[in-house]
């Protein structure tokens, strides 16, 4: 079973950056694409970033120059550096496995990011 555990969000302002980490149970990372999705109060889930088993990645135009997806194997981990954060990028952050856009088969529980102005 697959195993989904976000950590690293919090409260930032305007331009600062956040790094989120979602730990997977073992291998997960080398058989699935992993990505992570985000939704704000009121409004639907989007898709924010995808990486692929073989590393190529994907992101939302709306995120594109300011946020990385990154993994690594050896530690079942995958990580989202957020920088030049903006209030539109407030929301619960998911990590997510085995899927597309917004379509996965695997959920973490999630973790709020907060981006004051």
């Known amino acids: 079973q697959v195993q989904l555990v976000e950590s690293g969000g919090g409260l930032v302002q305007a331009g600062g950056s956040l790094r989120l980490s979602c730990a997977a149970s073992?291998?997960?990372?080398?058989?699935?694409?992993m990505g992570w999705l985000r939704q704000a109060p009121g409004k639907e889930r989007e898709f924010v970033a995808r990486i692929r088993w073989s590393s190529a990645t994907s992101y939302a135009d709306s995120v594109k120059g300011r946020f990385t997806i990154t993994k690594d194997n050896a530690k079942n981990t995958v990580y989202l550096q957020m920088n030049s954060l903006k209030p539109e990028d407030t929301g619960v952050y998911y990590c997510?496995?085995?899927?597309?856009?917004?379509?996965?088969?695997?959920w973490g529980q999630g973790t709020q990011v907060t981006v004051s102005s």
């Open positions: 997510v496995a085995d899927g597309r856009e917004t379509t996965w088969e695997y």
């Open positions: 073992e291998r997960t990372l080398r058989y699935y694409a």
